[in-house]
């Protein structure tokens, strides 16, 4: 190794990798719906799942080719729910990283149908991991995780009940249940599967899965400390965050300082868990850094 | 065996077997993602896809369990292509099967999630198929058939070319593409599953995915001609099908005794295949039945 690399160098350059890899699983069919696809996958973004879900695999001994379809694939999924959540019956964002949402830059419909697109793929180029291992066994399970918590037993649950309390002041319990599994899942999946490609057992997956929800929690209320330090610095003064709108988050419901606490909390379960592994440098520095950026 | 059977008795058993073991499958979760997906899977229909990969199945002499994830899957990429198809942005249909569709039942941003989650819920689904054979490597390919049948290669194609022509007038061969990929692709895959899982050789699997694609266009403008028949029925006097509406059909577009030929030959081709399958007595039945069918 040559001189010792700041992280944000080293995840540049690791979401760079993911970034390569998720390029060479794109579709390369003409088309408006393969060019939708590919329009919103090339959106740009942290590629934090495939980076974790890599990190995982790699903190565990893995070092073949059968990761990436799953770096991939997850990445996919991801992009789907950004797609069908911008649509004007859900979120109605014509915009997402500065650019038009997929549904304005395709049209309504094509922009439902990329989205399913995006999903179908996820579990075709999945498949194709078959083809680089000699543990079929390993591709099997992390598929039935992926697809476990990408369901109703995981991220789209959450969706669901976000929509069913968009209207409705929510409680502690509620808020952590709809981060738990809208965030919170596919972290889990890209640990969890990482994991068992590599092939560890299965306490090792259980422990993982464990820290990749807590990273959620933690990633997803420092998203809502950002949002209330945001609006300050813009509005030069500071404000109640429920004068922004009516969103109910961890910070309206409990106040900044034991928000604080939640992450910082949830963040050292997290890397507890990780501590165990000789190898998890990366992870922890990774989990550090997620649950403390300023942006 | 008792007394000869009627054939419609006979599909009707095939259909309440198929039926039976869809709603084995559907999940047992509560809330309104899954009220929702349920509604949808409950609506009825003639499960003719799942009936269509059991026929083959058997066909080919098999005779496990390990067929039956995949009739429920194939059915629930089916119901989410219908949820996503009423939908305002696309055919925009309030009604289907008599009922509200599944957006006007529980919201349009319901419907969608329910149609992303019963999508997901066929791989969850199919997975479930690796416990029940000795032969994974089946399991793998007729996975790999029907996500490549659904996805940009497959249905959804057919569904956004669909959209891409909605204001535009068809050629034949535009039409023959679009029927080809959005009806005949979940035949083919139905078909080539269920082959697959019997552990047939490719050539089987070439030559049943043809006639699959051939009961596809067959069944799709004996649509077309009821369609014209029907309104003819309805009001009592001959019309011109392109009073109804604007809508391209092989009935406007080559006339009514040219669509009929085009469907007996394609019945004609596909039975032929059949032929060479000595237990093929059902699945000539069921096409010639699905060809020739007055409602």
Redesign the interface.
């Known amino acids: 190794m040559g001189p010792i690399m700041h992280f944000q160098d080293e995840l540049k350059q690791k979401a760079a990798e993911a970034e390569e890899i998720i390029l060479r699983y794109l579709?390369d069919?003409k088309?408006?719906?393969?060019d939708a696809?590919c329009y919103a996958m090339k959106a740009g973004g942290k590629r934090l799942r495939p980076v974790l879900m890599a990190g995982t695999y790699r903190m565990l001994g893995g070092s073949e080719k059968v990761v990436e379809p799953f770096m991939a694939g997850i990445e996919m999924i991801h992009t789907?729910s950004l797609i069908?959540d911008d649509?004007p019956?859900?979120d109605n964002d014509d915009f997402r990283r500065g650019r038009l949402s997929t549904h304005k830059a395709f049209?309504?419909?094509?922009?439902?149908?990329a989205?399913?697109?995006l999903?179908?793929?996820a579990?075709?180029t999945m498949?194709k991991a078959?083809d680089l291992t000699e543990y079929?066994?390993r591709v099997?399970r992390a598929?039935?995780i992926v697809?476990?918590k990408?369901?109703?037993?995981g991220m789209?649950?959450g969706?669901?009940?976000d929509?069913?309390n968009e209207d409705r002041p929510l409680k502690e319990e509620d808020l952590f249940r709809i981060y738990h599994h809208k965030t919170g899942a596919l972290l889990a999946a890209s640990m969890a599967a990482g994991a068992v490609l590599a092939g560890c057992p299965d306490e090792t997956e259980q422990a993982l899965t464990a820290a990749a929800y807590d990273l959620g929690i933690a990633f997803q209320i420092r998203d809502d400390i950002l949002d209330v330090t945001a609006t300050q610095e813009e509005l030069g003064k500071p404000v109640h965050s429920d004068e922004k709108n009516h969103k109910t988050t961890f910070v309206t419901l409990l106040g900044m300082e034991k928000a604080k606490d939640l992450t910082e909390e949830a963040e050292k379960r997290a890397s507890q868990v990780l501590s165990d592994y000789p190898e998890s440098r990366f992870l922890v520095e990774l989990f550090r850094y997620l649950t403390c950026r300023t942006a």
Chains 1, 2 share one sequence.
């Open positions: 579709p069919k088309g408006s719906l393969s696809m789907h069908h649509l019956a859900l049209g309504e419909a094509m922009g439902i149908l989205g399913d697109a999903l179908n793929y579990y075709e498949l078959f079929p066994e099997v598929m039935q697809s476990d990408t369901g109703i037993h789209l649950f969706q669901s009940e929509v069913e």
